[in-house]
């Protein structure tokens, strides 16, 4: 089962992060747009998602907004990390389960993917 | 009665203060002006009122413009000295004794002068912060740049702390990390030199909002009554929010808003609408952009003379606006320049993916008559997509060439400041 579904349309930070993640043992796949955002989670059924804000075609918070509104309950509460450009107070972010501001530590992404997939 | 009464203390005060500047007795200036010595007394220690024709007298024996005694002059002044005590008092200063405001007006002119304008400057300092502060936020060209930085930024810091961090690193990787570290910190490097040069044409530009700024700031606050709005600090913009409300007070008789509530639900097609209502297009735009009836509610309005000079802006949820004097010339608001009374409708999407129904429309009229000039106006309402047209013929617009993130446009006039473009 996929572990982690990124989707980032910066393509050196998806590559940062998936260094770090899979070197953590975490199976991780990549999305760079947030057209069909909703239907890459819907195919991957990963245990978690970490979701940009900031995309192009339709953003980070659009894409939780469909998520969260799926009629299939398992799949609409999948949990997702926010990542974000304006901190805890941008718009969009609430129905994240965490949200975490750019730039970030390495170690503390780490450390918040471990403890969301625990 | 009371307000004669405290307009009275105000003059008595006055007169005195005038008289004791001239070093006039008490019982000369009552003989030159008439009256007896102690109801002069009587006035002057605010116990009795004084006529308009006592003042006129008074005035012409202390050598002083009669408005400087006149109640409503100093009625004026005491207002300003309170709405000043009212501003600058608060919590930490404690509250100031307003009963002695006219006392002190007539004591210390200058100084009530000094107060009063000390509050007004703080007034439009303050004005001018909300407004630096709301451009700062709402601006495109910095929320745009700053998050290429921040990514970039976010790119470097991940990629160095690998590097630094992680132990036996295959070579592969090693060379792209390397790779991508030159190409991200190229890339900070560009953007933030934009910014720098960004914020430098800050110090070349009037720093106040423009009029037109300050009107749309109005408007997107529900269009206070104009002399309780804060975001009209200058008389321009003032007037030119006057000449709003009563063109769209005219435009609200000519089409009230039950009969535009009633054809909005009826069709979706301004056109269509018009034409049921046997109103011109634009009217009906105007209208649909102001009331935003049941299907209208994101509907945005722009609005240009015939040099491309936006005149009025109502922005459309996600649509991009860029600062005032800015604009992508791929809009279709200026085709409908070049074809007026024909109204062209368009998809629009922009650099984000967003896309847009847009009708626009232009108008020509010589309201000097035949031998004056053509004043053509064109405007462009802004809808949300059309479904049905999901697959037809799109516009590729932008906020501005300056943020334009689009590598390939006709209609480019400057560089964009963003690295990817």
Redesign the interface.
Known sequence: MLDILMIED?P??A???R??LT?DGWAMTLHGD??GGVEAIRLARPRLVILDL?L????GAEILRDLRADPDTAFAMTPVLMLT?RGDAAAGTSQADAVLA?????EDLRALVRRMLA | MSGRTQNNVLTGTRIRERRLALSRRQADVARAAGISPAYLNLIEHNRRPVSDDLVMRLSEVLEVPADELLEGHEEVRLAALREAAARLGGADIGAPETALAPDFLARFPGWAAILVAHARRSEALEAQLVSLSDRMRQDPYLLTTLHEILSAVTAIRSTASILADEAAIPAEWLSRFHANLDQDSQRLSVTAQALVAYLDSFEAEDTTATPQEEVEAWMGAGAPPLDRSPDLASDAARAMAGAHLARMEQERRALPDATLVEAAAASHDPLMIAARLGHPPDLVMRRLAALKPAGFEQVGLLVCDSAGALILRRPAPGFPLPRPGDACALWPLYQALAAPQTALSHSVETPEGRRFLTLSYATRQQPEGVQGPVITQAQMLIMPPDPARAAGPVIRIGPACRICPRKTCPARREPSILATA
């Open positions: 910066e050196n930070i590559e940062a992060v260094f770090i070197r947030g057209e900031m192009p075609n339709r953003s450009a750019k730039p970030f530590a390495n």
